[in-house]
C-alpha cells in the first residue's frame, strides 16, 4: 500500500493562500482517483476535492471556485492550491486514493494542520 505524506500547512489570514502537497512512496500511477479530504474539529471528515487519473476533477461546493485539484503522476504527488481562505477552511487536510476510502480500508496519515484566522 502507498504511504502519504501531506505538507504545506500553516496559518493564514482570511484571503490568503496556501499550496497543500501529497507525496506517496511509490507510484500512484495505478490509483483512478486522488482526493483531498479535511476534518475540522469536532466534525465528521468530508471529500474536498477529487482528481481522476483522466484530470477529471469533482469539488466540493464549499470550495469551489476557490480550490484547485491537480496531480502529477510522474512526481507522485498530489497538490491543493487554495485561494480566497475562509475561516471555516480551518482542519486538517489528508490525501488519500478515493476507492479506499470509499471501501472503508483506507488509511490515514498524519494531515497538515490549515488555519484561516486573523
Known amino acids: 500500500q502507498v504511504q502519504l505524506v501531506e505538507s504545506g500547512g500553516g496559518l493564514v489570514q482570511p484571503g490568503g493562500s496556501l499550496r497543500l502537497s501529497c507525496a506517496a512512496s511509490?507510484?500512484?500511477?495505478?490509483?483512478?482517483?486522488m482526493g483531498w479530504y479535511r476534518q475540522a474539529p469536532g466534525k465528521q471528515r468530508e471529500l474536498v476535492a477529487r482528481?481522476?487519473?483522466?484530470?477529471?476533477?469533482y469539488y466540493a461546493t464549499s470550495v469551489k471556485g476557490r480550490f484547485t485539484i491537480a496531480r502529477d503522476n510522474a512526481k507522485n504527488t498530489v497538490y491543493l492550491q487554495m485561494n480566497s481562505l475562509k475561516p471555516e477552511d480551518t482542519a486538517v487536510y489528508y490525501c488519500?486514493?478515493?476507492?479506499?476510502?470509499?471501501?472503508?480500508?483506507?488509511?490515514w496519515g498524519q494531515g497538515t494542520q490549515v488555519t484561516v484566522s486573523s
Open positions: 488519500n486514493d478515493c476507492a479506499q476510502v470509499e471501501r472503508g480500508i483506507s488509511s
Open positions: 511509490g507510484s500512484i500511477f495505478g490509483i483512478y482517483a
Open positions: 482528481i481522476s487519473n483522466g484530470g477529471s476533477t
